[in-house]
C-alpha cells in the first residue's frame, strides 16, 4: 500500500501553499486520506510535473470508490480467490461454517462474498474498520494476493 | 436461505459451491467461484462451429467424416481428456481400441509422474477435505495456487476454519511456498518463502532428507544450512502436513524419486501426504480411466488386445517423429500449448476437434465438431485433484451435444 512519503516523493516540494496546505507533506497526507484530489496541486499540472502526475492519479483512486469504511477494491485487479471472504473476522463470526470454512456464505449478514469472479462489499456498517471502536483490522489485506484491496 | 449449488469446472479443484443466475436460459452471474471459474461457466467469447474442411457442415455429416478419417489412418493418435467428463474418457478409450490409436492426455507433459506414483502406493496422498480439517502445514512447492487454483487456498489449505483448526489461519497454520520466482502465493506465505535457483530442486529435497536424518544439509545455492534446518524442523515438527506439488518441480526433476524419498522420510519423522496441483479439471480421472483399463496412466498404444506403453507413445514424441496419420482432440488445443515445431506437425495430418469453444487447433482442423460445456451445458462426473469422484449436473439446457455422446455416435459409426 502506498504511504504518505510516497506520494511526497512525486509532488513538487516546494511548499507554495496554492493548494491551500501548509506543505507538501501536509498535502500528501490529505491526499492519501482522499481529503483532497491529484488536480487540488496546481503546480503538478505543468509540463515538468507529467509524469509525476500520471503516476499519482495511476496511485489515488478516487474516494467516490470508496466504501463509508473506507475499503477500496480494485476490481480490474481481484481474481476472486475468496482469500478475503474466508479470511475476515467478521465473516467468520457471522458464517462459520459457510464462508468461516471456506463455502459460499450461507448467511446475509457477511461483509465480503464473490460475485461473479469479483469480491463485492455489504453490510459495510459491521467491518471493525468502521465505528466508534473501529480497530485496524487487515484481514483482508494481508491475504489478498494482488493486493486489490486497499483502505483509506 | 436454500440455495441449489453447482460444481465449477474451471480447473481441477471442482469447487462444489457455486450459485447462478440464469436469464433467458443462459448463464448470467456465476457467484462464488474465481474469475477463471465465472470464465469457464459463462458461454464462450466464440463458440466452435461445425465445420469440414472449411465449409460448414451438419453435425451427422462431422461425425461420419471423423469416423471415416480415423478408420482410414493406420496409425490415429487420441490426445486431450483434461476437459471432458468420465464417460467421455471412456468412450474415448473405446475409440482408440477399436482404432488401434495412440491415446495420451495432457497429464504426460503435466503431473503425469506425480499422479502415477500415488496410484501404485509409492506416495502417500489425501482428500482436500481432510487437509482442511486437519492441516497445520501446508508447502506449495513449484505452485502458484493464486493464479492456477485461485480458490486452493481459501477453501481447502490455508485460510479455512477445520474441525481441528478452529483458530484459523493465524495461529492454526503455517504456508510455505518454496519457488525460483516470488509468486503471488509467496506474498502470501510472508516469511516462509523459500527461493531457490532453477532446477535446484532435487538438491534442496536430498537436502530437507538430510536435515531430517540429523545432517548438516548443504546446498550450492546460496541457502544456508540454518535456513534448510529450520524448514527441516518445521516439517518435521507437523502435525499433519501436506506438500502441493506443482508443475514446477514436476518439470525440474527428470526422476521421481527425490521426492519419494523426501516422503519416505517424513512420514519416518512425521506425517506427511502429497497432493498433485492438477489443472485440468479431469485430467486426473483421465489418469484414473486409463489406469483401470491398462494399468498406465497415458501414453500407450492399442494394438487388438495388446497395449504398448512409454515415452515413445507421449503424444509430443509421436508429433515429433511423425509417427501418426491423423489426431482426434478433444478438449484441449495442442496448437496454443505445444511448442511450435511440434504444433507444427498437426498442420501435416488430418485433425478432429471435439471442443465448446473455438480454438486455434479447431480453426486448423479438418473437422471440427462443437460441443456443450460440461459443467455449465452438461453433466457428468469428474475426478478432483486429490483423487476425489465429484458428480456435477448442467446448469442450462442446450441442443449441443455432450462429448461423451459425440464419442458414442463416432463410436458407432465405426
Not at chain 1, 493548494?19 to 488536480?39: E, H, I, N, Q, W
Not at chain 2, 483458530?167 to 502465493?185: L, P
Amino acid at each position: 500500500m502506498t504511504n504518505a512519503l510516497e506520494i511526497y516523493q512525486l509532488l513538487p516540494k516546494t511548499n507554495c501553499k496554492q493548494c491551500g496546505k501548509a506543505t507538501c507533506m501536509a498535502f500528501a497526507a490529505a491526499l492519501l486520506s482522499r481529503g483532497v484530489v491529484v488536480d487540488d496541486c496546481p503546480p503538478l499540472k505543468e509540463d515538468k510535473f507529467k509524469e509525476n502526475y500520471e503516476k499519482l492519479s495511476e496511485i489515488i483512486t478516487p474516494a467516490g470508490e470508496a466504501s463509508e469504511s473506507g475499503m477500496i477494491v480494485h476490481t480490474e485487479k481481484c481474481i476472486g480467490c475468496g482469500n478475503c471472504v474466508v479470511a475476515c473476522p467478521v465473516n467468520v463470526a457471522e458464517d462459520p461454517y459457510g464462508a468461516g470454512s471456506g463455502k459460499a456464505p450461507t448467511s446475509d449478514n457477511v461483509i465480503l462474498r464473490v460475485e461473479d469472479g469479483v469480491v463485492r462489499l455489504s453490510n459495510v456498517s459491521q467491518c471493525r474498520r468502521f465505528g466508534k471502536n473501529k480497530i485496524l483490522c487487515n484481514g483482508c489485506i494481508v491475504t489478498c494476493p494482488t493486493k486489490a484491496i486497499e483502505f483509506v | 436461505m436454500e440455495n441449489e449449488y453447482y460444481v465449477c469446472t474451471g480447473c481441477g479443484l471442482l469447487c462444489d459451491d457455486i450459485e447462478v443466475e440464469l436469464v433467458d436460459g443462459k448463464v448470467s452471474k456465476v457467484n462464488n467461484a474465481c474469475l477463471k471459474g465465472v470464465a469457464r461457466l459463462k458461454e464462450c467469447e466464440r463458440p466452435a462451429e461445425c465445420r469440414i474442411d472449411d465449409a460448414p457442415a451438419s453435425l451427422e455429416d462431422a461425425i461420419i467424416e471423423a469416423a471415416r478419417i480415423l478408420k482410414e489412418a493406420d496409425s490415429p493418435v487420441i490426445f486431450g481428456m483434461g476437459n471432458s467428463t468420465s464417460q467421455a474418457q471412456k468412450n474415448a478409450i473405446e475409440v482408440a481400441k477399436k482404432t488401434d490409436a495412440y491415446f495420451d492426455d495432457t497429464s504426460s507433459f503435466c503431473q503425469g509422474p506425480v499422479v502415477e506414483a500415488i496410484l501404485e502406493n509409492k506416495i502417500r496422498t489425501c482428500t482436500l477435505d481432510e487437509v482442511r480439517d486437519k492441516a497445520d502445514i501446508i508447502v506449495y512447492w513449484g505452485a502458484d495456487p493464486s493464479n492456477s487454483h485461485p480458490r486452493h487456498l481459501s477453501k481447502y489449505t490455508y485460510f479455512p476454519r477445520g474441525k481441528e483448526r478452529q483458530r484459523g489461519w493465524e495461529e492454526d497454520r503455517t504456508a510455505i511456498c518454496i519457488d525460483v520466482r516470488k509468486s503471488d502465493t509467496a506474498t502470501i506465505c510472508g516469511d516462509k518463502f523459500y527461493q531457490i535457483p532453477p532446477q535446484a530442486d532435487e538438491e534442496l529435497l536430498n537436502a530437507i532428507a538430510n536435515g531430517l536424518s540429523g545432517k548438516v544439509p548443504k546446498v550450492s545455492f546460496g541457502m544456508g544450512p540454518k535456513k534448510i534446518l529450520e524448514l527441516a524442523n518445521m516439517l518435521k515438527k507437523a502435525e499433519f502436513g501436506v506438500i502441493c506439488v506443482g508443475l514446477g518441480l514436476v518439470y525440474s526433476l527428470e526422476e521421481i524419486e527425490p521426492l519419494v524419498r523426501l516422503m519416505d522420510k517424513l512420514n519416518e519423522v512425521s506425517n506427511f501426504h502429497l497432493i498433485p496441483m492438477v489443472g485440468q479439471y479431469n485430467m486426473r480421472g483421465s489418469n484414473h480411466n486409463l489406469y483401470e483399463e491398462t494399468g498406465y496412466i497415458n501414453r500407450v498404444k492399442f494394438t487388438g488386445n495388446d497395449v504398448e506403453h512409454g515415452a515413445h507413445c507421449s503424444v509430443v514424441e509421436l508429433l515429433r517423429t511423425r509417427t501418426v496419420d491423423a489426431a482426434l482432440i478433444i478438449g484441449s488445443d495442442p496448437m496454443s500449448s505445444l511448442p511450435g515445431s511440434i504444433a507444427k506437425e498437426l498442420l501435416d495430418i488430418p485433425v478432429i476437434t471435439i471442443d465448446p469453444c473455438n480454438t486455434l487447433t479447431s480453426r486448423k482442423a479438418k473437422v471440427s465438431i462443437p460441443t456443450a460445456t460440461a459443467g455449465s451445458e452438461c453433466g457428468g462426473t469428474a475426478v478432483r485433484m486429490d483423487g476425489v469422484e465429484v458428480e456435477f449436473k448442467a446448469m442450462t439446457e442446450t441442443d449441443r451435444m455432450c462429448d461423451a455422446e459425440i464419442l458414442e455416435r463416432i463410436m458407432g459409426e465405426l
